[in-house]
């Protein structure tokens, strides 16, 4: 049992995981907020109780979870053109959701959110055997991309005639892909002016802020440590060459903080910011990760972007400031030659530096494309190097050092 000593809202925490997906690469931005507002006003126009509304939102919000990890590297419109990604990607989203502590439902709604009413979808359920809120993700969903989208490609998005043209589009799929008494609630909210400008990308996350359903729901530190386990995965998992980067760190972060002494909060809080510290990768794209090459000075100035995103993404969340900082600044270097935010020592903490030096080690231990791993005094003696350039501390080295030294379970 872990120090509890930690609350968080789980409503923060589905936002920031939204918005890391909404900017992922090969994502659309603001999908999954506008699949959001949309499934939510369909519950309410069809009058679901409060906690249904509550679940219809927050499991539309990370309905498409499953396209991390592996499926990063296909685009939103070949996972829902090809069966086989649109199951996958609802089962590994089902699986993701199933480690944390959300109302179960939650993944259920998930795993079918692509069912079609005539039974053509990648499970197979038929009419009211697909869950109420699946199907209204499903129509959401389906119109914030086939719909909206193109509507907004082709500029023609302030037309009058949009309204009629969308009952009109809307209707060809009662019955086959949607409910036809779904269809028709969904009409009847078309008419509502509001609605369309709610939409609009400038407003959509002012609007979000204003009917996202208030849930007192927490989460404390043992969960926030098995969702950061989870998303250590999903993370790595994005490049076969990378496939077990985050979950080396934050073996080697977990060991080294108890060595030097940390209490079990503390040792658990760095842990977490081990498994979270490269969520800002969500965001490259793998030609640049996956580049077997030198990359280009602007190649290289987009991998620079993934510490920044890691701590936008982290500082959406109240209460684990602390760890966004300690994720964010792993590539901050005490010279002040690091980045994103060019640091230099009077602002490195050292819990900074013991990520930064979990990392490194890491980085240069395990195996590349182009090179084998180095052996672990190897990879100690250019981390002295390091810091006879400035760029780490002598102290801490030394610490690592000793600890490499008498490690059995790293060595
Ligand atoms: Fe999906
Ligand atoms: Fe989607
Ligand atoms: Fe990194």
Known sequence: MVNQN?????????????????????????????TAYIAYNIAKEMG?????????????????????????????????????????????????????????????????????????????????????VSQIIHIADFFEIYYLRKLEATGDDQNLNTIDSAKIWISKYANNLFKKDLCDTFISLLDKEKFWFDLNFRNIEQVLELIEPVEDVYIDMDDLYKISETFSKLIDYKSKFTYEHSQGISNIAHYFATFLGYDLLMVNKLTIAA??????????????????GKLTQAEFQIIKSHPYYTKLILKQIEGIEDIAEWAGNHHEKLNGRGYPEKLNGSRISREDEIIAIADIYQALTEDRPYRKGLEPLTAINKMIEMANRGELSKEIINDFKHFICNSEVLV
């Open 48 to 132: 679901l109780n409060k906690d249904d509304v509550a679940n219809t939102y927050f499991a539309s919000l990370i309905h498409d979870i499953g396209m991390a990890g592996h499926l990063a590297r296909y685009t939103i419109m070949d996972i829902h053109k090809y069966m086989t990604l649109k199951k996958e990607h609802c089962h590994y989203g089902y699986e993701i959701l199933a480690s944390l502590p959300i109302d179960k439902n939650i993944k259920d709604y998930v795993l079918y959110h692509h069912e079609q009413w005539d039974g053509l979808g990648p499970y197979g359920l038929k009419g009211d055997e697909i869950p109420l």
């Open 275 to 292: 498994n979270l510290h490269d969520i800002g990768k969500m965001v490259v794209p793998l030609s640049i990760l996956e580049k077997p």
């Open 6 to 34: 930690l609350k968080t809202q789980l409503s923060q925490l589905l936002n920031s995981l939204c918005f890391a997906l909404d900017i992922a690469e090969n994502r659309y931005f603001n999908h999954s907020r506008r």
